[in-house]
């Protein structure tokens, strides 16, 4: 089998079962791999309405089929299962080095079912397979649990939770290499709820090539394309993905206080530019990536460790109003170990200061912790994301995400997020079409399934203006489907600042054969993010819940470049579902389905239409 | 003349400096502030003034902040 292994672990951890079964083929290939796959398996193996941390729950990692793969920025696997934080599907994605080790075992996905009755481990060396004791494992952070494993497993590469998912956090994310993390929709509470603390590879084989002359040609090619794009050889691995802090911030379309401003003088304290002059030790690549956007930065108290995101920069700084490098690093550090989703634990900070300034949140609430809960304070959120991560004092509300926290006031609209999921860092008001994929987006308040900020503010592969509607909602589902596509082949989404459409067919036919072109391909994308709407539907999550927060469609932004703009969702929703061949309410007709080749799960559009 | 804010950003800043108040001639466009700061045009791919896009022979006013970034991108 070119590309795929084509062999699929089945562990069933409540009577501890390991199945090795055959890949079908061609069902990999229709559905690509990793995110399409996993979402194939979810929706033909778990029945409706689970509770996603019960032992009926699934939890899947899965490879695609460039993963480990001789092409660039091949280093990916993803996590797909229900989400307990948003009750959709989970896709969850992550780089390092673990993803193409994994498939070096000669395993394309692991199911794991059911739930182990203490602690459990899995082992893969190759074709040897073992449920392995992890209750000295248990309680052990991030960097913990991996040294030890990686001292009785010499060479091994270690997948794992913190305490987080351990206690079931709906924030919690699954670690990879320590501080690569398949961060969003709680993740690491199903793998919490399972009993399973860590998965360990260490594997020899190599995925086998339909053309390895052609396939080195082609990934030569790219990685040129990739060294001499301005932002893939230039930006990201300068400054790191960080760099965007200005450019947000001076378009008016940076979060401040949890949206109630979009812009702040004090954005420079926090950019990427600064990290890279106070803080940057050194470059982090994944595997295979020349564009090694990674960042490993030092703490105040001389520690080396993993650095921050955007994202993370943006949740636990402006967003909180704090400007203070050594706390967003010690915070993303904290995320890292507790296995904690760092979007939502910062903007659940953000929530919670709103709450507080608003007269919700009161004195004696948090007064036992000995942490403020006023914007600015630096030194608290370093605590709270303690608090959360360990499931303590307020913390342990805090722990449950702005939504849940912001509705036990009656007050939900405080939570800035979709579905449940902390929106990241981007006034929609500001950046129209990017409003449609937070709206839409089948695993929740999300950027990266359709990062229209590409177009609408960066100018890749072409400049749009930003707060205008036209064209955006067609615009956002080429995006919503080439993003399925890169998730499910195997490679990182930042490869798309420089490569495009064709690359991706490029490299996929040379190594698993000619069987896509273009048009087949994107439609492949579009078949995937159909699935996962058909996924939702069947669960009750129809399209009254593609809403942004009251603040973004009603509330104009205060202050900034965005200044008066609200966002239009209402007129843009109507046209993304009629590109995407859905109805007005938003669910795909039969000849979408028909035309995608997803015929066989037409009946739950009947389930669906009540 | 007229005074303008000019911000840099990434490498732009290096040898410039992060912020400055430069004046110019009524009329200058956004091309010649580029120019003045020995910077080249085919390098720049965001120019802002008071955050809003547009292209470089925009004329300047008085009192407008102009931001130029190279290409930049993450997520
Ligand atoms: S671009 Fe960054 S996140 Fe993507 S594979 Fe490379 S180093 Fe990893």
Redesign the pocket.
Known sequence: MNGYMGKVLRVNLTDRTIKVEPLDLEVAQKYLGARGLGVKIMMDEVPANVDPLSEENKFIIATGALTGAPVP?S??YMVITKSPLTGTIAIANS?GYWGANFKATGHDAIIFEGRGDKPVYLYIEDDNVEIKDASHLWGMTSSEVTEALEKEHEKAKVLCIGPAGEMLSPMAAVMNDIDRAAGRGGVGAVMGSKNLKAVVVKGTKKVSLFDEERTKKVSQEKIKILREDPVAGGG?PSYGSAVLVNIINESGVLPVRNFQQSYTEKADLISGETMTEKHLVRK???YR?P????RIVKLADGTIVGGPEYETVWSFGADCDVYDYDAINEANMLCNEYGLDTISAGATIAAAMELYEKGYIKDEDIEADGLSLKWGDAEAVVGWTKKMGLREGFGDKLAEGSYRLAESYGVPEISMSVKKQELPAYDPRGVQGHGITYAVNNRGGCHIKGYMISPEILGYPEKLDRFSLEGKAAYAKIFHDLTAVIDSIGL?V??TFGLNLPDYVDMYNAVCGDIYNDETLLEAGERIWNLEKLFNLREGIDSTHDKLPRRLVEEPVANGPSKGHVHHLNELLPEYYSVRGWDEEGIPTEETLERLGLEEYKKYLVLSNK | MIEVEVRLFAYFREGRGKKQLMKFQEGTTISQVIEALDIDEKEVSIALVNGMDGSLDREIKDGDIIALFPPVGGG
């Open positions: 920025t280093g990916r780089g990201l982090n690549p994944c990536c564009i090694a956007c990674g990182c930042f490869s």
